[in-house]
């Protein structure tokens, strides 16, 4: 799949909003609804699926067990589904489930997934649905590592129907395993919650794939940068030739108006695309950052330019109006803490985003 995004940037001349501002990618679990398993087992984990603790799940359909136990039947597209109990009477045991996923999450991104569940009291031969439990999915970077919590359910509803529980989450990191937990709130009491038909996680990418101007002399060659997307693989393209296969390209020199293109492919995958069409009179020829302020020198334009100053999150800073003719501006940056921030000035006909460092 391929998300474009492109800014086409005519320095001194216009800029074209962007086309798009999101793709959807798509992070996958294997064996989400246990039925590559295509067996009762008792007391072992789902193929794909790990435990971290001493109490194993178990692949189950509606059979009763050798042992006379009576369960619920499946959810209505497939025939087993998973139990996972938990002990009231020694509560540090719990069952953990895990697996890892297709590829990572996406650090900062609005993530949603679903799963069905249902929690009940298992008797002989009946079921009493009374002092039900929740669940708990998890993040980590290991298949027994419950770091990041995505999702707490409500206690579950004292019913013997399968419900369907839909969630969003923001990762803040890039995780390549996910978990369920079982939790039972009394004591002296064994419940088991059932799981099937874990959806894949669908992931909404935004900001992707900005080329960043990172530096420009006074002979017209660019430094570029791609911001906003976990690559795996670059190719820079410059005129339709590739010139890179790097996160980064140097001395790209402009002597006429250069069509400047990025592709990059996530872990996923996922290819992301942005294009900036540069032009030989940048509208930086100098850029200095210190402890107190910015130091730009500017070509003479026609058009007062708004100044921006953003952190490393994305948050809106500072902003500033350079009046038009003015070749040199002094920024003050006295009031930002040690970190990296970009500065973007744009008008009706100019647009560039760099990047800068405030030292101490």
Known sequence: MKCVKRYIVFLIVQMVAALGS???????????????????????PAKYWDTCVSFYPEIIDSTPSTSGYFFPPPTPNGKYYCDIETDGYTPSKFSYLTTKLSCPTYRGQIHKMSIWAMGYFAHFNSVAPHALGYFTIHLGHSACDSFFRVYESPIMPDTLFWRKYEFTFIPDDNYEYIGIQAHQPHTFTVIDLLIDNFSP????????????????DKHSCYKLGVENVNGVRYEWQQN???????????????????TISVSVWDACGYEYVDTLQLNSSPLITSFNANESKLSIALTPFYEDVQVSIYNALGQLEN?????????????????????????????????????????K
């Not at 996680?201 to 420009?216: E, G, M, P, S």
């Not at 296969?245 to 006429?256: K, L």
């Open 319 to 359: 902003t500033t109006t350079i009046a038009s003719q003015n070749t040199q501006a002094n920024i003050d940056i006295s009031n930002l803490t040690t970190g990296v921030y970009f500065i973007v000035l744009s008008n009706h006909n100019v647009f560039v985003r760099k990047k800068f460092v405030k030292s």
């Open 201 to 216: 996680i669908t992931v909404q990418v935004t900001n992707v794939a900005q080329i960043v101007i990172n530096d420009i």
């Open 22 to 44: 999101h793709c959807f990618a798509q992070i996958t679990i294997q064996n989400p609804s246990f039925e590559l398993d295509n067996k009762v087992m008792w007391g072992k």
């Open 240 to 258: 339709g030739a590739v010139i890179s296969t790097q996160a980064t390209v140097e001395n790209v020199c402009v002597g006429s108006p250069t």
